[in-house]
């Protein structure tokens, strides 16, 4: 549209001059005169695939007719593209040939035409305004683009390369992590399976021996959980996207957790010493595999909560399923005798409280009547 625009005032511009300003011969009809100025309009309206046409047309239009617009709006394009040395150079030398041109014509024909170019006065400023003056803005314009394209490259120089530097420094953060990891939590949790081990064949009874049992081989899957999450962190970042998580850790994975390996944990909670009963609400469906695992990890650390701060005392699993929503509430008793505290970090109902958030879930929790703690989500399904 703004080419449309500028051949439809080059041609408007070169009828007005050629017609109205400068005396023209009586042979030269007004339908010459505007077939002349539409090829000035044609060749300007290209000029964004070349402005060469633009500039033959207006050197034959200036030379004769003093038909300065085409001329004009060409040496702006010449300094857009033109070489600043040799290119420009030749450009000028051509438009002092096209001056003495029309200077000569000017002689001949007498009239306007001979006052506008054959006057050294007038022909000086003609050719400042109509070519000098275009081209310097054209240079000038060119000059500004370079400049901002040259900044703009910079910045996003300077954006990737503090992006590398960031993810540098997320992966060296994220191999300290597996070092430490693996340093001391696999160690020690080596250690507890060794141990386990060693008290199954040592036991002087069953029951003794079925709980260092259930431990070595809690403490093998702890291992094996490790073991993944260390390959993940040990994996570049990029390696992660839209990729395998078995072939990103180098290693096989066990699928991740849903409800139907919920009986499974309740098994190794009662196990402990904690009474646990599972009610289930609604009529049973699939669901999606994110809200499945999520509900789990629910269950999972309120359990592992129960078992931390409240001892022996009994606990509530229900899961009820809604039309739209997966409901999950573990409710524990107060404790039924003094027990002392487990250590722990405090982080781990807020990473819960985020992951439930993250799919657009509520999750609450707050002590209740009587001593005990109701952990309840819900999530939508």
Known sequence: MRFVLLGSGVFAASLLVVHGQVGVPSSLPLPVLAAIAAAAGVAAWQV??????????????????????????????????????????????????????????????DGA???????????VAMALAVIGLPLALGLWVRARREVLEAARERAERLEREQVMRAEQARAQERARIAREMHDVVAHRVSLIVLHAGAME???????TARSAAMIAGIGREALANLRDVLGVLRSPPRDLVGADPAAATGSALRPPPTLDDLDRLLDQTRALGIAVTRHDEGETRPVEATVERTAYRVVQEALTNVHKHAGNAGADVRIRFGTDVLEVEVRNEAPRSPHEELPGAGWGL????????????????????????????RIPA
């Open 113 to 123: 035409h001979r006052l506008a170019t054959a006057s050294p006065a007038n022909a």
């Open 48 to 109: 964004r695939r070349s402005w060469w046409p633009l500039a033959v047309v207006g050197a034959v239009g200036y030379a004769g007719l003093v038909m300065w617009p085409p001329l004009m709006v060409a040496s702006y394009y010449a300094g857009l593209t033109l070489d600043r040395s040799r290119g420009v150079a030749a450009y000028l030398g051509g438009c002092l040939a096209v001056c003495g041109i029309s200077a000569l014509v000017g002689e001949w024909r």
């Open 201 to 207: 064949m040592r036991a002087a009874d069953d029951g």
């Open 350 to 377: 807020i990473g819960l409280r985020e992951r439930v958030e993250l799919l657009g879930g509520t999750l609450r929790t707050n002590p209740e009547d009587g001593g005990g703690f109701l952990v309840s989500a």
